[in-house]
């Protein structure tokens, strides 16, 4: 029991702190692919802290804005809070969970930029509108076909059955609905900064700003660990085992999807879903096929 | 070199990592490292007070007023230079006519303090022998008279009374009251 | 000869009392008001001629009436054709030739602004100076000196301050905006993410130069403001206005000054459109691309450094010549940079039209009909983007361009990527350009230094900057110029812009206003009043020199 708290307080702790220093460290690659040196690692997490001093600016569409900023934020938390504790315990119906809570979270993220009536920041949302509108809806139907085909609304640990091409296919599916959730180049079209000038975040600055940019590295955090577990299932054992290794791959697949936006042009809100469906209906129409012919 | 031309791949944007593992970090550390300043940079200019004959030739020159000459005290002429108006485009320097003015590569030049920006060459000033009063710089004086010797008769006397000694030259020799 | 004796016929039959001289390449003729849109009319559309700009001035002092000079050009013949038409002084008015000419709209507004002189036949608006500036008084005036500062309340111009041609919500892009590098305001009237219409408030950078010229300073001092009209293409102005004057006055240079006028004017345009490439690409989110295009970009600015003594605002053109020698060994160093920029820039442009997301919002947005582009007499690469075969260089040479063999490309589909390749491929004409130039240098003296500037003469002068045809229009006076007229390419190109932005999505829009490379600083020449647009304080620093 003593152990498990350690242990959970411990990962709780490190993605609290990891994802500014994971940003930090993007950075640092995007500006080697720049041919710069770029700004130090702990660069992120300094503009962070030096957000939350300045002064808070009530943003247009009044004080309920604060409270929902507030709202995501705790969201955010919790979602990493639980996803790690229930993993540790073995819960049953972990992804269940899973999929409430981020779906709870992206759901507010989209609604606050609509209250503020700045015309920018109801264009950014209405383009993160579209754009959930088609990731997330994959999102839970890929995670609903995988505890369909494994047959467990939970992790199954360590289970060869889990080994079948149509799962494995719906992970890989999953990786790629990361990288989309993620908001990165080329799909950061929420928060254009030469289109709209900062788009959905337009009307938030010093502390509100800093809560909606930390929460952001936190849920790019959390969309990376969910393929990773569930990649790492069939071969592990433990559940802390399990956590470790889905930690490592988390990082390097920040590395290396950073390393990838820095090598595309940003996207526009009319084409983004077709170019996300061309990857997600061939894909998980291959995955069901294999599937219904038994592999 | 048109769009015909180039061949099209559906991975060719990796070859940006190629492109930016060649060329390395080109940041320059700069303070810590050497600025990228060339030699034929053109920075602040120095004036040598020895050289100077304040004629103002370069505050004729000089297009956003930079170099400008002002009293400092009673009759006393002086060549002030303001960096902070200084556009470094060196034409005082071509125009000078002893080649005082020499150009630098300095351009680190921010100041707290704006009396750093100000180059002040006082000029010890000529005095009139019949009136007494103060104009033009001596050192003008005796370089006008290197160029040209025959003034070496008037160069002491101020403009008036140069005026009104030319004035009563032609009244001698043509007879007759000039106004 | 044969064009000009056509030109000569034209005018004569519409006005026979038309009072015309040749001078060089322009043919001069003064008309009779009354005759004047007969006239433009004949000339813009009978002869297919281009508008370049019209030119107030005050010339009370000379004749004592009001004078407008609308300049063509005829770039097929190499020729610029101005008409000349005096107004009243207690009561300027003259007929307008907007609907016959659209190109003219600005510059008569502008004149009207600046000079009072009122236009029948046409709605007429505010366009330079801010709504608050007192009605009466007209900067450009000689009476009125160049450091006037009127008392005046400042009023701010809200957002929606024109009437909508249709119900929409307002988004400004500006005065302060991320993809925009200088101040300027756009108002963009979406329906959801489709731009319905247009309207552009300009003219935030306003200053002083025109007056400037005609009352402080000196020809030779001149050179020097003339470089700061931009800070990309300043090189270009002070050649443009060299040139004027000395056409004016009827000075020859010496034959190694035009070719190193003619060397860093290419180089200056490497640079540019090198900057812009960088600048296009960063818009749509390839930042990359970004820095790799200015990384090569240093070579360039580093050349120019060793070329003439400074990054940027070279200084090295005086009325006569120019200032800084080019030696063996500085020839050696261009021609090996050149060698690194052409292999390097060739590799980066392959990698760029290799990202999807880039070809994808390039093609087919932003679209300038090539009719349009006529009617609106576009310059520069916008102009060949969209299918008109214009380039100043090759149609009224200049300084040394007559001895280099260039091929001009030209594009026809009008969208943004037709203006982004028309930009690449003059990067290649560029760099052979300077290496046939830098192969023929001539010897012998860089400066005239003797000559004289007669009074009372007039010229035209024309130079193809980066971003298109720049235009330059004199007339001497005792010491400085008695008139000093600029139009920079930009102030052409930007009326183009309400028809490429209509219906194309938001996304597009800061990409489309780039693509024209757009030079606000040239834009704005004359009086300003308030620095930063909205800014509620009249900074008194910006009248003074001193």
Redesign the interface.
């Given at each position: 029991m003593i152990e498990y708290l350690v242990f959970s307080i411990v990962f709780i702790a490190l993605s609290l702190l990891i994802p500014p220093l994971m940003d930090g460290i993007e950075r640092k690659i995007?500006a080697?692919?720049?041919?710069?040196?770029g700004p130090p690692i702990t660069q992120t997490w300094y503009d962070l802290l030096k957000l939350f001093e300045k002064e808070l600016v009530i943003p247009e569409g009044g004080l309920h804005i604060i409270i929902l900023s507030l709202l995501y934020v705790m969201l955010a938390i919790l979602t990493i809070v639980f996803t790690v504790s229930m993993v540790l315990m073995g819960y049953h119906y972990v992804l269940i969970v899973i999929i409430t809570l981020f779906l709870f979270v992206q759901a507010i993220f989209t609604t606050i930029p609509f209250i503020t009536s700045n015309?920018?920041a109801i264009?950014g949302a209405?383009r993160e509108v579209i754009l959930a509108l088609v990731n997330e809806v994959f999102f839970v139907i890929i995670l609903g076909l995988y505890m369909y085909f494994t047959g467990s609304p939970g992790l199954l640990l360590g289970s060869t059955s889990l080994l079948r091409a149509s799962v494995i296919l719906l992970v890989i599916t999953l990786f790629v609905s990361a990288y989309v959730a993620s908001g990165r180049?080329?799909f950061?079209?929420a928060e254009?900064?030469?289109?709209l000038?900062?788009g959905a975040l337009i009307e938030f600055s010093g502390p509100i700003l800093g809560i909606f940019m930390y929460s952001n590295f936190i849920k790019r955090l959390f969309v990376k660990l969910v393929p990773s577990m569930l990649i790492l299932l069939p071969f592990i054992s433990n559940w802390l085992y399990l956590l470790i290794g889905s930690f490592i791959m988390a990082i390097i697949l920040w590395i290396l999807y950073g390393l990838i936006a820095?090598?595309?042009?940003?996207?526009?809100?009319?084409?983004a879903p077709t170019s996300i469906l061309k990857i997600y209906i061939p894909f998980i129409t291959v995955s069901i096929l294999l599937y219904l012919t038994g592999y | 070199m048109s769009l015909k031309d180039m061949r099209r791949s559906r991975l060719g944007f990796l070859r940006a990592l190629v492109i930016a593992g060649r060329s390395g970090r080109v940041t320059r550390r700069y303070p810590y490292e050497e600025p990228l300043v060339t030699s034929d940079f053109r920075g602040k200019i120095d004036i040598d007070e020895t050289k100077c004959i304040g004629c103002g030739a370069c505050v004729n020159a000089c297009p956003p007023n930079a170099l400008e000459l002002i009293n400092t005290r009673d009759g006393y002429v002086s060549l002030r230079y303001f960096v902070g108006r200084c556009i470094f485009c060196w034409r005082c320097i071509d125009v000078c006519p002893t080649g005082a003015i020499k150009g630098t590569r300095e351009f680190e030049l921010a100041t707290n303090d704006i009396s750093d920006l100000y180059d002040i060459i006082v000029h010890e000033p000529n005095r009139c022998r019949e009136c007494g009063k103060l104009f033009s710089t001596k050192r003008m004086g005796d370089y006008v008279v290197t160029k040209s010797p025959l003034v070496e008769n008037y160069v002491d006397l101020d403009p008036d009374c140069r005026r009104n000694r030319f004035l009563k030259a032609i009244e001698n020799r043509f007879g007759g009251r000039v106004g | 000869m044969d064009a000009i004796s056509k030109y000569i016929e034209t005018i004569k039959a519409v006005e026979p009392r038309a009072d015309i001289h040749v001078s060089d390449d322009t043919v001069y003729a003064t008309v009779s008001s009354s005759k004047l849109r007969d006239l433009a009319k004949a000339i813009y559309w009978d002869m297919d001629c281009f508008f370049r700009t019209c030119a107030g001035s005050d010339e009370r002092s000379i004749n004592g009436f009001y004078a407008l000079y609308h300049i063509f050009g005829d770039d097929h013949n190499g020729l610029n054709i101005v008409l000349k038409v005096y107004a009243d002084p207690n009561n300027p008015t003259l007929p307008s030739i907007v609907d016959i000419v659209p190109a003219a709209d600005w510059c008569e507004m502008e004149a009207r602004d600046l000079l009072g002189i009122e236009f029948s036949g046409r709605k007429q608006y505010r366009l330079i100076l801010p709504p608050y500036w007192p009605k009466d008084l007209y900067p450009l005036r000689k009476e009125v000196s160049y450091d006037v500062k009127p008392q005046v309340i400042i009023s701010s111009e809200k957002v929606g301050f024109w009437d909508r041609t249709s119900a929409g919500v307002a988004i400004p892009i500006g005065p302060y905006h991320p993809a925009l590098h200088e101040p300027e305001y756009f108002e963009l009237y979406v329906e959801g993410e489709r731009v319905v219409d247009v309207r552009y408030r300009g003219f935030h950078v306003h200053r002083g130069i025109e007056k400037l010229g005609e009352s402080k300073l000196t020809y030779q001092q001149v050179n020097f403001v003339a470089e700061r009209i931009c800070g990309i293409c300043g090189f270009e102005h002070s050649v443009c206005y060299a040139q004027a004057i000395e056409k004016a006055a009827g000075i020859e240079i010496p034959e190694r000054a035009k070719f190193i006028r003619s060397i860093v004017l290419e180089v200056e345009r490497i640079h540019s459109h090198l900057l812009w490439i960088g600048v296009a690409v960063h818009l749509l989110g390839y930042d990359t691309g970004f820095m790799h295009t200015w990384r090569i970009r240093e070579h360039v600015m580093i050349i120019a450094e060793m070329l003439t003594g400074s990054r940027k605002t070279y200084g090295i053109n005086l009325i006569g010549g120019v200032r800084k020698d080019i030696n063996e060994e500085k020839k050696q160093r261009v021609l090996d940079v050149l060698k690194i920029v052409e292999k390097e820039f060739t590799e980066l442009v392959k990698t760029m039209v290799d990202v999807p997301q880039i070809m994808k919002r390039l093609k087919g947005t932003g679209i300038l009909p090539r009719e349009d582009a006529r009617k609106l007499s576009v310059v520069g690469p916008t102009a060949r983007g969209s299918g008109l075969d214009r380039d100043v260089r090759r149609d009224l040479p200049y300084a040394a361009y007559s001895y280099v063999d260039f091929n001009v490309p030209v594009y026809d589909d009008g969208d943004n990527l037709s203006r982004f390749l028309v930009r690449v491929d003059e990067v290649y004409e560029s760099i052979s350009i300077i290496r046939q130039l830098l192969d023929q240098l001539p010897q012998g003296p860089i400066m005239i230094e003797e000559f004289d500037i007669p009074e009372g003469r007039m010229a035209v002068s024309v130079v193809e900057a980066p971003r298109g045809e720049d235009i330059h229009f004199v007339i001497t006076g005792r010491g400085k110029p008695y008139r000093w007229k600029v139009r920079a390419p930009t102030y052409q190109n930007i009326p183009a812009l309400r028809v490429m932005l209509r219906d194309q999505p938001l996304a597009d829009a800061p990409l489309t206003i780039a693509s024209i490379d757009p030079c606000f600083s040239c834009t704005d020449r004359v009086f300003i009043v308030d620095k930063n647009g909205y800014k509620k304080r009249l900074d008194p620093i910006l009248y003074r020199w001193r």
């Amino acid at each position: 029991m003593i152990e498990y708290l350690v242990f959970s307080i411990v990962f709780i702790a490190l993605s609290l702190l990891i994802p500014p220093l994971m940003d930090g460290i993007e950075r640092k690659i995007r500006a080697r692919v720049h041919s710069r040196i770029g700004p130090p690692i702990t660069q992120t997490w300094y503009d962070l802290l030096k957000l939350f001093e300045k002064e808070l600016v009530i943003p247009e569409g009044g004080l309920h804005i604060i409270i929902l900023s507030l709202l995501y934020v705790m969201l955010a938390i919790l979602t990493i809070v639980f996803t790690v504790s229930m993993v540790l315990m073995g819960y049953h119906y972990v992804l269940i969970v899973i999929i409430t809570l981020f779906l709870f979270v992206q759901a507010i993220f989209t609604t606050i930029p609509f209250i503020t009536s700045n015309p920018f920041a109801i264009i950014g949302a209405s383009r993160e509108v579209i754009l959930a509108l088609v990731n997330e809806v994959f999102f839970v139907i890929i995670l609903g076909l995988y505890m369909y085909f494994t047959g467990s609304p939970g992790l199954l640990l360590g289970s060869t059955s889990l080994l079948r091409a149509s799962v494995i296919l719906l992970v890989i599916t999953l990786f790629v609905s990361a990288y989309v959730a993620s908001g990165r180049i080329p799909f950061d079209i929420a928060e254009a900064e030469p289109e709209l000038a900062s788009g959905a975040l337009i009307e938030f600055s010093g502390p509100i700003l800093g809560i909606f940019m930390y929460s952001n590295f936190i849920k790019r955090l959390f969309v990376k660990l969910v393929p990773s577990m569930l990649i790492l299932l069939p071969f592990i054992s433990n559940w802390l085992y399990l956590l470790i290794g889905s930690f490592i791959m988390a990082i390097i697949l920040w590395i290396l999807y950073g390393l990838i936006a820095a090598l595309l042009g940003r996207t526009r809100v009319d084409i983004a879903p077709t170019s996300i469906l061309k990857i997600y209906i061939p894909f998980i129409t291959v995955s069901i096929l294999l599937y219904l012919t038994g592999y | 070199m048109s769009l015909k031309d180039m061949r099209r791949s559906r991975l060719g944007f990796l070859r940006a990592l190629v492109i930016a593992g060649r060329s390395g970090r080109v940041t320059r550390r700069y303070p810590y490292e050497e600025p990228l300043v060339t030699s034929d940079f053109r920075g602040k200019i120095d004036i040598d007070e020895t050289k100077c004959i304040g004629c103002g030739a370069c505050v004729n020159a000089c297009p956003p007023n930079a170099l400008e000459l002002i009293n400092t005290r009673d009759g006393y002429v002086s060549l002030r230079y303001f960096v902070g108006r200084c556009i470094f485009c060196w034409r005082c320097i071509d125009v000078c006519p002893t080649g005082a003015i020499k150009g630098t590569r300095e351009f680190e030049l921010a100041t707290n303090d704006i009396s750093d920006l100000y180059d002040i060459i006082v000029h010890e000033p000529n005095r009139c022998r019949e009136c007494g009063k103060l104009f033009s710089t001596k050192r003008m004086g005796d370089y006008v008279v290197t160029k040209s010797p025959l003034v070496e008769n008037y160069v002491d006397l101020d403009p008036d009374c140069r005026r009104n000694r030319f004035l009563k030259a032609i009244e001698n020799r043509f007879g007759g009251r000039v106004g | 000869m044969d064009a000009i004796s056509k030109y000569i016929e034209t005018i004569k039959a519409v006005e026979p009392r038309a009072d015309i001289h040749v001078s060089d390449d322009t043919v001069y003729a003064t008309v009779s008001s009354s005759k004047l849109r007969d006239l433009a009319k004949a000339i813009y559309w009978d002869m297919d001629c281009f508008f370049r700009t019209c030119a107030g001035s005050d010339e009370r002092s000379i004749n004592g009436f009001y004078a407008l000079y609308h300049i063509f050009g005829d770039d097929h013949n190499g020729l610029n054709i101005v008409l000349k038409v005096y107004a009243d002084p207690n009561n300027p008015t003259l007929p307008s030739i907007v609907d016959i000419v659209p190109a003219a709209d600005w510059c008569e507004m502008e004149a009207r602004d600046l000079l009072g002189i009122e236009f029948s036949g046409r709605k007429q608006y505010r366009l330079i100076l801010p709504p608050y500036w007192p009605k009466d008084l007209y900067p450009l005036r000689k009476e009125v000196s160049y450091d006037v500062k009127p008392q005046v309340i400042i009023s701010s111009e809200k957002v929606g301050f024109w009437d909508r041609t249709s119900a929409g919500v307002a988004i400004p892009i500006g005065p302060y905006h991320p993809a925009l590098h200088e101040p300027e305001y756009f108002e963009l009237y979406v329906e959801g993410e489709r731009v319905v219409d247009v309207r552009y408030r300009g003219f935030h950078v306003h200053r002083g130069i025109e007056k400037l010229g005609e009352s402080k300073l000196t020809y030779q001092q001149v050179n020097f403001v003339a470089e700061r009209i931009c800070g990309i293409c300043g090189f270009e102005h002070s050649v443009c206005y060299a040139q004027a004057i000395e056409k004016a006055a009827g000075i020859e240079i010496p034959e190694r000054a035009k070719f190193i006028r003619s060397i860093v004017l290419e180089v200056e345009r490497i640079h540019s459109h090198l900057l812009w490439i960088g600048v296009a690409v960063h818009l749509l989110g390839y930042d990359t691309g970004f820095m790799h295009t200015w990384r090569i970009r240093e070579h360039v600015m580093i050349i120019a450094e060793m070329l003439t003594g400074s990054r940027k605002t070279y200084g090295i053109n005086l009325i006569g010549g120019v200032r800084k020698d080019i030696n063996e060994e500085k020839k050696q160093r261009v021609l090996d940079v050149l060698k690194i920029v052409e292999k390097e820039f060739t590799e980066l442009v392959k990698t760029m039209v290799d990202v999807p997301q880039i070809m994808k919002r390039l093609k087919g947005t932003g679209i300038l009909p090539r009719e349009d582009a006529r009617k609106l007499s576009v310059v520069g690469p916008t102009a060949r983007g969209s299918g008109l075969d214009r380039d100043v260089r090759r149609d009224l040479p200049y300084a040394a361009y007559s001895y280099v063999d260039f091929n001009v490309p030209v594009y026809d589909d009008g969208d943004n990527l037709s203006r982004f390749l028309v930009r690449v491929d003059e990067v290649y004409e560029s760099i052979s350009i300077i290496r046939q130039l830098l192969d023929q240098l001539p010897q012998g003296p860089i400066m005239i230094e003797e000559f004289d500037i007669p009074e009372g003469r007039m010229a035209v002068s024309v130079v193809e900057a980066p971003r298109g045809e720049d235009i330059h229009f004199v007339i001497t006076g005792r010491g400085k110029p008695y008139r000093w007229k600029v139009r920079a390419p930009t102030y052409q190109n930007i009326p183009a812009l309400r028809v490429m932005l209509r219906d194309q999505p938001l996304a597009d829009a800061p990409l489309t206003i780039a693509s024209i490379d757009p030079c606000f600083s040239c834009t704005d020449r004359v009086f300003i009043v308030d620095k930063n647009g909205y800014k509620k304080r009249l900074d008194p620093i910006l009248y003074r020199w001193r």
